[in-house]
């Protein structure tokens, strides 16, 4: 997490951590202030097909854990080391390099599990908790800490010096009970969400085993999550007395896999390691395989070739919303507006409560300059998803491309809004109301928006 530094003198007062306990509230609010800070990051991984994935797992796996009614969210940072965390509020945090790691579907599943038993059995707070003898200035501090004990370190020191806060960061490791209760409880939850349970220990397995070859510099996921040979044994103890199951992976999970593959190194490196796993059969998949040789053909803007792989990779017969994206970004990336238009089309009939292929399909078609067009289509959606950043942005670019100024800036406020950027939409939503151009409806709901708003940028101090 860059430029901390300057982020925390920009940080408003969030007031003092409570002395008696760390709510639920004090979660959600430090959360959420990590999370501004995360969105703005450039390793924050904006891919709406891998967060929607992430995300149904996720869900798939709280359904089964003890607090199934919490919100959590799921994200990915854009990062090949091997590392998932937990923070306040219900935000779990996965590197994409850990979904490259894993092996299979109940790997990810395991780790997943670890992280939201941490959520559930309130291990933050307890840590928090544990130690009030006056080293947790204020929940700034405490945000800034978490956020930098899970990034670069030398970053973190400078962010950490700023805020008088140096002690807290060697603490905020979990115990080591805390450690084996979220092994446990994750174990419940994945097996219970159906995964096979011998997978957590045979990826922290081989986890520790790669981590030998990396001397000092072990994989951020072993320093936040000491794993010693006792947990391990511990795991698999506890796995064998679950009954084992083969549990075939979803598609879309070995698609996204091949998607991330086909991003790493620079273009013509992935067409040749995708090829070249193709022609050895080095896959557990080859829908997955194809998909991947034809997303490298496409980052390599080799577009006719690309187009010959896809109707190979169509000629499997595997169904996926997934592989008509990849499809429709091709013709799309050739040229081909009318081509990826129909392609989108026909792709949200058949897999229509799946979001991706709307943003795809209205970002389509506004650069086809179809504003109207894209205008009707996320203002359907958004009635549904009224706090999707995304629709919002979608929208303030359509009613811009219409050349309506107010509803413009105004979509564009709820975007930073959802987004926890406060300062910004309340920026934007100035200018909507400078524009003039909105109705008198419109902008009297504007301006008690901007009290609102105004009012939670600046609490009164008791
Ligand atoms: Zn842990």
Redesign the pocket.
């Known amino acids: 997490m860059a430029s901390q530094t300057v982020v925390a003198s920009e940080l408003p007062d969030l007031g003092e951590v409570s002395q008696t306990a760390f709510t639920a509230a004090d979660e959600a609010r430090v959360g959420s202030e990590i999370m501004r800070d995360i969105y703005a990051d450039p390793k924050y991984y904006d891919d709406p097909e891998l967060i929607e994935y992430l995300n149904n797992l996720g869900y798939r796996l709280v359904a089964s854990s003890s607090e199934n009614r919490r919100a959590f969210r799921f994200f990915v940072l854009k990062d090949p080391t091997l590392n998932a965390f937990a923070l306040p509020g219900g935000f779990i945090g996965v590197h994409t390099g850990l979904i490259e790691a894993a092996q299979s579907e109940s790997e990810l599943a395991g780790v997943l599990g670890?992280?939201i038993a941490?959520v559930t059995q309130h291990h933050l707070a307890r840590m928090i908790e544990s130690q009030k003898q006056g080293i947790v200035p204020s929940l700034v501090a405490l945000a800034l800490a978490i956020l930098a004990a899970r990034s670069n370190p030398q970053m973190a020191t400078a962010a950490i010096a700023t805020v008088q806060a140096g002690t807290i960061q060697q603490q905020l490791n979990?115990s080591r009970d805390?450690?084996r209760e979220?092994d446990r409880i994750g174990m419940q939850i994945m097996s219970g969400a159906g995964f096979d349970p011998n997978a957590m220990s045979s990826f922290f397995e081989r986890l520790q085993k790669d981590s030998r070859l990396y001397e000092n510099n072990a994989p951020a996921y072993l320093r936040?999550?000491p794993l010693t040979s006792q947990r391990i044994a511990d795991i698999q103890n506890r796995a064998a007395n679950l009954p084992t199951k083969q549990v075939p992976d979803s598609l879309d999970f070995q698609l996204l896999r091949a998607k991330l593959k086909a991003q790493d190194g620079n273009a013509d490196q992935a067409v040749k390691a995708a090829n070249a796993a193709l022609m050895e059969g080095r896959y557990n998949n080859v829908t997955a395989a194809r998909y991947g040789l034809v997303a490298a053909l496409l980052r390599d803007q080799q577009y006719s070739r690309a187009g010959q792989e896809m109707q190979k990779l169509r000629a499997l017969n595997s169904t996926s919303p997934l592989i008509d994206a990849l499809a429709a970004r091709l013709k799309l990336a050739s040229g081909d507006s009318a081509g990826a238009l129909k392609l989108y089309r026909d792709a949200r009939e058949r897999f229509p409560g799946y979001r991706p292929l709307l943003y795809a399909n209205a970002d389509a078609l506004l650069q086809a300059r179809q504003g109207a067009a894209a205008l009707k289509l996320v203002e359907a959606a958004i009635t549904l998803y009224p706090d999707d950043y995304r629709l919002q942005l979608l929208l303030a670019r359509g009613y811009a491309q219409q050349g309506k100024v107010f509803m413009s800036h105004k979509a564009q406020a709820d975007a930073y809004f959802y987004q926890g950027q406060l300062d910004a939409a309340i920026e934007q939503l100035r200018l909507a109301l400078k524009s003039k151009d909105g109705d008198f409806y419109q902008s009297s709901i504007a301006e008690a928006r901007l009290k609102q708003w105004l009012a939670i940028e600046k609490p009164s101090k008791p």
């Open positions: 670890h992280e941490h979990f805390n450690e979220a936040t999550h």
